[in-house]
């Protein structure tokens, strides 16, 4: 029994022994789970990160590109206002010269008509003292052979 005893003694070690291997066994395992599934999450995390990363790069080139085509736009505009406005300070002037122009033409044609009226009435005015003058000598003439008569 004694003998017994040691053999069930003897299992029970040896059964505590493949039990404490096995736990440790059980727990290397686990600890290589964890050590991987932690690898993996770190990859995972990484990978996140990366395309994070890669993706707050592409809003910032968007946003870049945005904001220069947005300043091209803007800068396009402005130069056609530029144009525009000169283009209608340019007429403006132009017509305004027109209009000076054709104006001083009328006024200088205003004083030629005016001095050729005046010259026309001062011409009639000399006919008709030339006429008068005339008439008067004619008169004079005819009152003088008048009286000469007998």
Do not use: C
Request: proline share 1%; hydrophobic share 30%.
């Amino acid at each position: 029994m004694k003998r017994a005893a040691r053999a069930v003694q003897g299992d029970i070690k040896h059964v505590g022994e493949a039990g404490k291997t096995m736990a440790e066994d059980s727990l290397k395992e686990a600890q290589e789970s964890y050590g991987a599934a932690k690898a993996s999450v770190k990859e995972k995390a990484t990978g996140s990160r990366q395309k994070i990363d890669e993706s707050r790069y592409d809003l910032t080139e968007q946003a870049r590109q945005t904001a220069h085509e947005a300043q091209a736009k803007l800068n396009q505009y402005k130069d056609a206002a530029e144009r525009s406005l000169a283009d209608a300070r340019k007429t403006s002037e132009q017509r305004f010269e027109e209009t000076k122009d054709a104006v001083t033409q009328r006024v200088d044609e205003a004083k030629d008509a005016g001095q050729g009226w005046f010259n026309w009435g001062q011409s009639k005015t000399d006919d008709a003292k030339r006429e008068g003058a005339q008439k008067v000598t004619e008169s004079a003439e005819h009152i003088k052979k008048r009286a000469e008569r007998p």
